[in-house]
């Protein structure tokens, strides 16, 4: 591992028009009528990227949709290539003879709006000036990630996804499909998620937040005219930074980094205050690694969708908008989420329950924290190829 | 709670000669010899500050050294006043009948080596040019803290403390005594400390650290002659909101503020990036208080302490260096602690019990998380002043 410079970064990590597209393919909609999201805004010319795996068949039954989290994309497999940077998230899952078996399924996974991986998000061109929209960005909620990807619906042709999967915010988004579709989805599988951000998530998403905007390279959100390397990296960084050590776990954390340092040479007579440790160079690394992929506005978005992440916002109680599912669903928990700890999917799981719906948990019995989902595969594999070979009524 | 104004904020909330003393006493040393350093670097005319309650016996046997944690600072006890911004951080555990009894014990507690409150840190003026140390300050380590407080021994004329107490930096510096000075303590209390800083210890003191750097009113440190309202106050208000969170619980934020909205007004119709749920409001408070009686360049260096911390180093393993402590110690852990998580304390008893010293342990049941050695003084005093009691070889 050495360290990324860091004078070559880029002002932004977003795709942009005009970048090599890799696997998206791009859907747009709302030319004509505008979409106004939750938060009483409106976009017009909405473009959600999206990738494909496996084929559609006859009856469009067989449909899988992939719901990413914060900092991923469509890219939920495949390698890395000119248009995508990092290798597919959940490469190890998605394939021929995989857990979510390419050969059987049509697998479809959206980068969400506000994103900066090809659909609409504060990177992408305002339509009326062509310029990046930037601070003009609306405030977007999962919700409003979830309506836009509705519309690509018709225009692949299915009526309704066998299960929507999703860890982490992409969890929060199959909540959020189950509960504004219920005819649209037949079966749902949130991971590692909650019902309702906690005040201890939002504290975390927040600190984040204030680090990118205390970076002056972020002016606002208005920064995409900067000189190259001259893009609020820094503050995004130190976000990336806090969220990952959330993601990970304290036994991980010893079990890998443990004391050693990382500037092993200048330690030697001397302590000075920016000497490293090992783990503050993964950090560090960590951090850097995301800047080339990904914008610091979009980052503050989507955090900002998941602390106002509310199953019940608007629909009375939790569990009348729990109600609102009638399809089975597997919440899948994590021992060692520190994050989003397993209680949060035992209670989706007792709250399905209590409404009559068919419901399960299944726990995956990990050291690496909420990371686990993106980590430990050969765990999920399991619960996950067994939900989808669920007899179906017909 | 009403936020308070930023524009008033002080440049550092260092306490400097020429400010009220309150109820601090000053001992200078090293004025013709100069103070080494564990880093390699060294200190002139280094000055303790302290405060004392209760009186010391005819036979200096009744004496109780209290240390103090990260922002902690001699004012373990007594009132607010013109010389001290914040009431005694121990308060309801130190004093007249309570649990370490004034009217039995000499009570001692210094300012650390690096501090802003009356003792030599890097506000202070350097005693070359009067100039503050700023950026000259060097790295210190528990270890220089502990051997600086040692130094006031003599001055008080007092041979051995019968207990050495602290928690969290406290606790490490108790460790450290215990090591450092066997025949000078006759018992140890560390409270939710630990024998090494971890991995994700130092992540999080790091991640406070960076955000420190990123504000650009640092000034790589010498930031001191600045205009009012002009200080680095943002960056260390961001490094103590990472901190507050590890320092309390999941639950107790979840009790506390739920998903209340701090600016409901705002809140109505429309979303916003910068609108606060209550979480993110008392976040930004703690950190506002605390940049008022704090210096940025003091909780750099205090948290560089920590992540240095680490008793077994030059001293061969953990076990050698714990067995060097042979007088009794009591350590308490606090069963919802996510930062010196509880198993921390339970490895101080079992290491001091392998190696034969007398040892006991101590979990305090509380939600509080880390801080709840601040807030349970119902459940510590009783194990403190059971542990005071205890009989000594006469």
């Given at each position: 591992?050495?360290?990324p410079?860091?004078?070559?970064?880029?002002?932004?990590?977003?795709w942009?028009?005009?970048d090599?597209?890799?696997?998206?393919?791009?859907?747009?909609?709302?030319?004509?009528?505008?979409?106004?999201?939750?938060?009483?805004?409106?976009?017009s010319?909405?473009?959600i990227?999206?990738?494909?795996?496996?084929?559609?068949?006859?009856?469009?039954?067989?449909?899988?949709?992939?719901?990413?989290?914060?900092?991923?994309?469509?890219?939920?497999?495949?390698?890395?290539?000119?248009?995508?940077?990092?290798?597919?998230?959940?490469?190890?899952?998605?394939?021929?003879?995989?857990?979510?078996?390419?050969?059987?399924?049509?697998?479809?996974?959206?980068?969400?709006?506000?994103?900066?991986?090809?659909s609409?998000?504060?990177?992408?061109?305002?339509?009326?000036?062509?310029?990046?929209?930037?601070?003009?960005?609306?405030?977007?909620?999962i919700?409003?990630?979830?309506?836009?990807?509705?519309?690509?619906?018709?225009?692949?042709?299915?009526?309704?996804w066998?299960?929507?999967?999703?860890?982490?915010?992409?969890?929060?988004?199959?909540?959020?499909?189950?509960?504004?579709?219920?005819r649209?989805?037949?079966?749902?599988?949130?991971?590692?998620?909650?019902?309702?951000?906690?005040?201890?998530?939002?504290?975390?998403?927040?600190?984040?937040?204030?680090?990118i905007?205390l970076?002056?390279?972020?002016?606002?959100?208005?920064?995409?005219?900067a000189?190259?390397?001259?893009?609020?990296w820094?503050?995004?960084?130190?976000?990336?930074q806090?969220?990952?050590?959330?993601?990970?776990?304290?036994?991980?954390?010893?079990?890998?980094?443990?004391?050693?340092?990382?500037?092993?040479?200048?330690?030697?007579?001397?302590?000075?205050?920016?000497?490293?440790f090992?783990?503050?160079?993964y950090?560090?690394?960590h951090?850097?690694?995301?800047?080339?992929?990904?914008?610091?506005?979009?980052?503050?978005?989507?955090?900002?969708?998941?602390?106002?992440?509310?199953?019940?916002?608007?629909?009375?109680?939790?569990?009348?908008?729990?109600?609102?599912?009638?399809?089975?669903?597997?919440?899948?928990?994590?021992?060692?989420?520190?994050?989003?700890?397993?209680?949060?999917?035992?209670q989706?799981?007792?709250?399905?329950?209590?409404?009559?719906?068919?419901?399960?948990?299944?726990?995956?019995?990990?050291?690496?924290?909420?990371?686990?989902?993106?980590?430990?595969?050969?765990?999920?594999?399991?619960?996950?190829?067994a939900?989808?070979?669920?007899?179906?009524?017909?």
């Open positions: 591992m050495t360290d410079p860091t004078d070559a970064l880029p002002v932004t990590g977003a942009l028009p005009g090599p597209p890799g696997r998206r393919r791009f859907f747009t909609f709302a030319s004509d009528r505008r979409f106004a999201v939750e938060g009483g805004r409106t976009l010319d909405v473009t990227a999206y990738e494909t795996w496996g084929e559609l068949d006859e009856t469009a039954s067989n449909a899988i949709l992939i719901c990413h989290a914060w900092t991923g994309d469509s890219h939920a497999a495949g390698r890395a290539d000119r248009g995508h940077l990092a290798p597919g998230w959940w490469d190890g899952m998605i394939g021929p003879g995989l857990a979510i078996d390419t050969n059987r399924w049509f697998v479809v996974c959206c980068n969400v709006l506000g994103g900066c991986q090809g609409t998000g504060p990177a992408s061109p305002h339509p009326v000036d062509g310029k990046p929209y930037g601070s003009r960005f609306p405030v977007v909620t919700r409003d990630m979830v309506r836009a990807q509705a519309r690509l619906m018709p225009h692949l042709g299915i009526d309704s066998h299960t929507v999967i999703g860890g982490s915010m992409g969890g929060m988004q199959v909540l959020e499909w189950g509960i504004t579709y219920p649209r989805v037949r079966g749902i599988m949130p991971i590692a998620a909650c019902m309702q951000a906690t005040a201890q998530q939002i504290a975390w998403g927040a600190i984040g937040r204030r680090a905007r970076d002056p390279r972020w002016r606002g959100g208005d920064y995409y005219d000189d190259p390397g001259d893009g609020p820094e503050g995004l960084e130190i976000a990336r806090v969220a990952q050590v959330t993601f990970r776990s304290d036994n991980v954390f010893t079990d890998r980094f443990g004391r050693e340092l990382a500037d092993r040479s200048s330690f030697g007579d001397t302590y000075e205050l920016w000497q490293r090992e783990v503050e160079r950090l560090e690394y951090g850097i690694k995301l800047v080339r992929r990904f914008d610091a506005n979009s980052y503050l978005l989507i955090g900002k969708a998941m602390d106002l992440h509310d199953v019940a916002r608007n629909r009375g109680s939790l569990t009348a908008a729990m109600r609102r599912i009638t399809v089975p669903s597997l919440a899948i928990g994590i021992s060692s989420d520190m994050l989003y700890p397993s209680y949060q999917q035992r989706i799981d007792e709250i399905l329950t209590h409404v009559g719906t068919p419901s399960h948990y299944h726990e995956i019995d990990s050291p690496h924290g909420h990371d686990a989902f993106l980590i430990n595969l050969d765990q999920l594999a399991e619960p996950i190829a939900f989808l070979d669920r007899a179906e009524p017909s």
